[in-house]
């Protein structure tokens, strides 16, 4: 499979602290995006990084790209209740895009 | 942006029956795909629906089994067929506006599908 991988596959913390997701992939990519999925809802876009890029940053998010290593994480910093979610990786082949495994962070209030 | 609805949101269907799913875009779309999602589990896409042709199906997944169509740039339906208990999944609409797979992708929320 071409799935890319993420760790941790799920993650506990607590309001305000910082979390981060890495995700691996397995062949070369034009981009790398990151998405959200609330519990049983559609997913949410939230970062496309590009090849030629190595750190990007939309918010509280900050997303890296090591394309050397075929590795990706992603940083939410100042984590809320609200960032409680599944994050999914997902990287273009050919004519399609792989989502990763996810990652489930559950934020404590 | 693109906003995206499906209908219905959930079913509850039996074995053997077949249940439509249509998705509806807020303007006018490039590609437009299908995924499922099994309890618990990534996405995997099911096809492309291309608009004006048949759809283009992933490994694993056929047209008797999820037919699908995209009558213009803003409308697609899938077809779950003769389904039983391992089709229960949620099932995912979603489009993209520039060059396809590789740009970022709207999603609808999905369609959960529970066969008994």
């Known amino acids: 499979s071409q799935q890319g991988e993420e760790d941790p596959q799920a993650l506990s913390i607590q309001e305000g602290e910082n979390a981060t997701m890495n995700c691996s992939y397995k062949t070369s990519i034009n981009n790398l995006q990151w998405y959200r999925q609330n519990s049983g809802r559609g997913l949410v876009h939230l970062i496309l990084?590009?090849?030629?890029?190595r750190e990007k940053h939309s918010g509280r998010l900050r997303v890296t790209l090591d394309t050397s290593k075929k590795s990706s994480s992603l940083l939410i910093t100042a984590s809320r209740a609200a960032d409680t979610a599944s994050y999914f990786c997902?990287?273009?082949?050919?004519?399609?895009?792989?989502f990763g495994t996810g990652t489930r962070l559950q934020v404590f209030p | 942006s693109a906003v995206i609805s499906q209908k219905p949101s959930r079913d509850i269907c039996q074995r053997g029956t077949s249940l439509t799913i249509q998705c509806q875009v807020d303007?006018?779309?490039?590609?437009m795909f299908w995924y499922r999602q099994q309890p618990g589990q990534s996405l995997t896409l099911i096809a492309t629906a291309n608009q004006g042709s048949e759809a283009t199906y992933e490994s694993g997944f056929v047209i008797d089994k999820f037919p699908i169509s995209r009558p213009n740039l803003t409308f697609s339906t899938l077809t779950v067929s003769n389904m039983s208990p391992e089709d229960s999944s949620i099932y995912l609409c979603?489009?993209?506006?520039?060059?396809?797979?590789?740009?970022?992708?709207?999603f609808g929320p999905g369609t959960r599908l529970t066969v008994l």
């Open positions: 303007s006018q779309v490039t590609m």
């Open positions: 990084i590009r090849s030629n890029e």
């Open positions: 979603s489009a993209s506006r520039a060059g396809g797979w590789t740009d970022t992708q709207y």
């Open positions: 997902a990287t273009d082949d050919t004519d399609k895009l792989i």
